[in-house]
């Protein structure tokens, strides 16, 4: 019986993963408006499957360090008690910052509750240096390597346009004034002014700057569309190529069901379910930490996609969201169109999520245990 429940607390992170990070790969898309909610989201669904499934050829290395083993005693990991437990404290961790907007890491949740699960076990046995290097270090230095990368990505974009002539124009909406007219029937009707013409400005948060000129017979704008659309799924595929492992090696470990069924549940559950509650944290990502153009999101998502996919290769657990929101904060740092106050808030909730996720987990297992 507990290895279905095993299976349920699976899915449920894997339910819980796709709600809160499905949309960090194309949020760029959606914020520069470069394509509407259900577009970008529809295309964070098909990229991150195809990057959840080729984690099974690519990225098996990260099976291993969400097993627990290496931070907690062999036998106490192999356990479906700690198994049931971990699953359930990130999960609920995660599931929680998604129903409040708020981009948090898989790979904090899932090491919180790890710790939070050995320290009720075993309490000090719990091997606080491996911890240290295999999963702290990286997760703290990843978000810092992502602003580097994403400024420097910008600066370079920018370098290189105004090099070649390339420049920017924002668009406003110009057109004739119409006026509301009520006619002796009583009806409604609109009257056109006729050669009045009306200029609207608006917030500059939606005013769109688009690039001029062309590139190899195209339209350029066109070119840095295209281009963003590819970075955006090279992120959502990066993110299904780090985060499924992670969440594959707790079914791996309870051996419930066979690896290969289990590594399809995974990826389909993760890839789909996003579709039902990615609204709250696509809002957070895609207007709330910077304003954007397409050049400039399209910066930030190669920065991105480069640094999870070499991480996943190499078997480092950096966080996608960590990444992605350094990206983005590294180009408002540049524009100064940064909101710190956002920022501050997503910091903050980072913060609160091992620690969170600890008590949740170690909750569980206690409860299991008595």
């Not at 990368?149 to 406003?172: D, M, P």
Request: contains cysteine.
């Amino acid at each position: 019986m507990i290895e279905f429940f095993i299976f349920l607390a699976v899915c449920f992170v894997s339910y819980s993963n796709g709600a809160n990070d499905n949309f960090k790969g194309v949020a760029s898309l959606l914020g520069s408006r470069t394509a509407d909610y259900k577009t970008a989201l529809g295309w964070a669904t098909a990229t991150t499957l195809l990057g959840s499934l080729s984690s099974f050829f690519l990225a098996t290395a990260l099976l291993a360090k969400f097993s627990g083993k290496g931070i907690v005693p062999n036998e106490l990991a192999g356990t479906q008690e700690f198994l049931l437990a971990v699953a359930f404290g990130a999960g609920t961790t995660i599931m929680i910052a998604t129903l409040t907007g708020f981009p948090i890491s898989t790979t904090h949740s899932l090491t919180g509750a790890i710790l939070g699960t050995g320290l009720s076990a075993v309490g000090s046995t719990v091997d606080f240096a491996a911890l240290q290097t295999g999963f702290l270090l990286p997760l703290l230095v990843s978000p810092l390597l992502a602003i580097g990368f994403g400024s420097a990505a910008y600066l370079g974009a920018t370098f290189l346009r105004q090099r070649t002539g390339i420049s920017k124009e924002t668009c406003v909406c110009v057109g004739t004034t119409f006026v509301p007219l009520i006619k002796p029937d009583g009806s409604a009707a609109m009257l056109n002014r006729g050669a009045n013409v009306s200029l609207s400005v608006d917030d500059e948060a939606i005013c769109i700057e688009r690039y001029e000129g062309r590139f190899l017979g195209f339209s350029l704008q066109r070119v840095v569309d295209a281009g963003h659309f590819m970075s955006a799924g090279v992120v959502s595929f990066a993110r299904g190529l780090n985060d499924t492992p992670k969440i594959v090696a707790l079914l791996l470990t309870a051996q419930v069901v066979n690896l290969s069924y289990g590594w399809l549940c995974v990826a389909v559950a993760m890839a789909a379910v996003g579709i039902l509650n990615a609204r709250k944290v696509a809002e957070t990502m895609s207007f709330r930490i910077t304003s954007m153009n397409s050049g400039q999101a399209f910066s930030a998502n190669l920065a991105t996609g480069a640094l999870v996919i070499v991480a996943s290769i190499l078997g480092s657990p950096v966080s996608t969201t960590h990444v992605s929101v350094g990206s983005l904060f590294g180009i408002g740092l540049i524009t100064g169109k940064a909101d710190w106050r956002v920022v501050s808030g997503i910091l903050l909730s980072w913060v609160i999520t091992m620690p969170l996720a600890a008590v949740f987990a170690g909750t569980t297992y206690w409860l299991l245990r008595s």
